[in-house]
């Protein structure tokens, strides 16, 4: 299986924010959607940082909303 | 192995724009840099609209400079 974790940039270190994640939506508000192999969302205000998917990586970070 | 291939949407299809790729990383300037398994790299000025990581893909589309 070629899901990814998700992290998220918190204060210089890097916290796992889901696992096994197979899809990632980027909305038109700034948003992203992000589910997981077994179809469960989070839904966070942030943007991508880093992708390694050989790594089974993805990094991300929180915007401001608005 | 988990690489992706990448799509960009152009004219509402979507067009093979790299094979087998293991990285991406979002510039701060609205570039995305992207490296294959290889390390073979392209640049585009655009951005993620869309990650299937099961589905192996990753769609793209072009954003204005500036």
Redesign the interface.
Known sequence: ????NVYLEIAGHEELFMES??????ETDGRLLIVD?FGDQKIIQG????????N?K?LLEKTEIG
């Open positions: 299986m070629c899901e990814a994640v197979d899809m990632i939506h980027p192999i943007k991508i940082k880093h992708i390694s998917l050989l089974h993805i």
